[in-house]
């Protein structure tokens, strides 16, 4: 299967399928002498595993991370990263009348249609199970980046119909709620909206905000690489995932030149925006202001109500989904959109270095 492999520089290649015997992820281009233990990928791994609160799948997974090779006496050697997570809590027997039948909402007939074969058991490669390696890949990437002043941090703005109040935005909150929301308020209305979508065999879909700072101007590129372009791509790789935006994003189309341009001004001897609609970017290049993208989540397909489909011998069927899924995945997913944000800049950033000849010449001579 292609497509497994994402980066050019900072690469990183996942496999493993929900219900095989592991997860993993190869990271190669890492730079040597990064210190790094498997408590470092460990912190990530648990924002997004399961069985955390009553909104998520009650599969019981530690989802402990093992680091392979890569790492010797506590730092990075240069040489491929490689990480493992065991599978240690599938249930295949939930999942095998799905091989008759499609899902609606799921790649079992996309699946199909281009394989000729499919792995039902949990979805195999699209289950979003798959983003443990994304997850313990991003953690390396985003250590990295704390190398250079760079933060990252996501949450979510709104579940089904609830939406944050700006006013009341409190990042630590998102840590302490089971929803991520960064407002109490809407974190409790978001909790009693999916007991009313649990109550009624249904599921909910939402948005993920991210915030990058720290990044310098000049990262990304002006044409097929820009730097929003290449998160667009890495957001949209995730499952689920249906909708991007960067600053105002669709907003802008509403908008107009003399309200939507950010202008610039002197801080002491440097340049900055008195505003940020672009969201960090211009020309597909960072403009030293922080990034801001969002992730729009569709509802989780799996749900326990009566759905129609057909099955593979070409009859109209009705089914219901069984087994232990997540009413909304949103809250796991995060950190995912947080660590592929992070292995989107880190690996421009390293394309980057050579984008100019005197710092070419800067960094050879000094060595």
């Not at 980066?7 to 493993?16: E, H």
């Not at 009553?54 to 530690?62: G, S, Y």
């Not at 999916?194 to 991210?210: M, P, W, Y």
Request: aromatic letters at 8%.
């Amino acid at each position: 299967m292609a497509g497994s492999t994402f980066g050019r520089l900072f690469q990183v290649t996942t496999w493993g399928e929900s219900h095989g015997k592991g997860i993993g992820v190869v990271v190669d281009g890492c730079p040597a002498g990064l210190p790094l233990t498997e408590e470092d990928i460990q912190i990530y791994l648990d924002r997004r595993k399961p069985g955390q609160s009553q909104f998520t799948t009650k599969r019981n997974e530690a989802d402990q991370v093992e680091i392979l090779s890569g790492v010797f006496e506590g730092k990075t050697t240069g040489t491929p990263i490689s990480l493992m997570v065991h599978n240690t809590d599938q249930r295949s027997r939930d999942y095998g009348d799905i091989a008759t039948y499609y899902r609606p909402g799921h790649a079992d007939y996309t699946f199909d249609e281009k394989y000729g074969f499919r792995d039902y058991r949990g979805g195999g490669r699209s289950s979003g199970r798959e983003t443990i390696g994304r997850v313990a890949a991003g953690a390396i990437a985003a250590k990295v980046l704390k190398e250079f002043g760079i933060e990252l941090r996501a949450y979510t703005t709104a579940i089904g119909p609830v939406q944050i109040d700006r006013a009341l935005f409190d990042f630590e909150e998102s840590l302490r709620n089971p929803v991520a929301m960064p407002d109490v308020q809407a974190a409790e209305e978001a909790q009693n909206f999916l007991r009313h979508c649990i109550k009624n065999q249904d599921s909910a879909g939402g948005i993920v905000e991210c915030e990058i700072t720290g990044v310098p101007a000049g990262i990304g590129d002006p044409v097929f690489e820009k730097l929003d372009a290449n998160l667009a791509k890495a957001v949209l790789s995730i499952g689920a995932v249906k909708g991007f935006e960067i600053g105002d994003g669709f907003a802008a189309a509403t908008s107009r030149g003399s309200a939507n341009n950010d202008a610039f001004a002197m801080d002491g001897i440097n340049v900055k925006k008195e505003t940020n609609h672009s969201g960090g970017t211009l020309g597909g290049i960072s403009d030293g202001s922080t990034i801001v993208f969002r992730a729009a989540f569709k509802p989780t397909p799996s749900i326990s109500r009566t759905q129609k489909t057909v099955n593979k011998d070409g009859e109209d069927i009705e089914i219901s989904v069984h087994g232990r899924h997540d009413p909304i995945i949103v809250p796991r997913a995060v950190v995912v959109v947080e660590c592929m944000a992070s292995l989107t800049l880190l690996d421009l950033m390293m394309t980057g270095m050579s984008a100019r000849l005197d710092r070419m010449k800067d960094f050879y001579n000094e060595n």
